[in-house]
C-alpha cells in the first residue's frame, strides 16, 4: 500500500512563486514509472499539469509550459515548481504515480493566486 502527501500550497501574488511537494510511503519515484501532477479549479475537470517518466521524459500543459518544473523521476520527492503564477492556476493539486497496474493519488494541495 501507498500513500502521497502533498504539500507546499498556499496564497501568492500573480507573478510569485510556489514549490510544491509529494512525498510517498514507499519507493515509487522512480525512472520507468509514471509520475505527475494534475490540477482541479472550481466547476472544472481535473487536468494534467506535467507528467514525467525520466529525467529524459517530461511533458506539460501548454498553459503552464516556461513556467512550471516538475523533477523527482528517481527521488524520495515529487515535486513541482511553479514560477510566474498567474490567477488562472487557482486550483487543488494533486499528485499522481502508476506503479504496476495501479495508480494512486494525494489528497490536494490548495494552490491560489491572487491578481
Known amino acids: 500500500q501507498v500513500q502521497l502527501v502533498e504539500s507546499g500550497g498556499g496564497l501568492v501574488q500573480a507573478g510569485g512563486s510556489l514549490r510544491l511537494s509529494c512525498a510517498a510511503s514507499g519507493s515509487i519515484f522512480i525512472n520507468g514509472n509514471t509520475m505527475g501532477w494534475y490540477r482541479q479549479a472550481p466547476g472544472k475537470q481535473r487536468e494534467l499539469v506535467a507528467i514525467?517518466?525520466?529525467?529524459?521524459?517530461i511533458n506539460y500543459a501548454r498553459s503552464v509550459k516556461g513556467r512550471f518544473t516538475i523533477s523527482g523521476a528517481n527521488a524520495k520527492k515529487l515535486a513541482l515548481q511553479m514560477n510566474s503564477l498567474k490567477p488562472e492556476d487557482t486550483a487543488v493539486y494533486f499528485c499522481n504515480a502508476i506503479a504496476g497496474t495501479r495508480t494512486y493519488w494525494g489528497q490536494g494541495t490548495q494552490v491560489t493566486v491572487s491578481s
Open positions: 514525467i517518466n525520466s529525467e529524459t521524459s
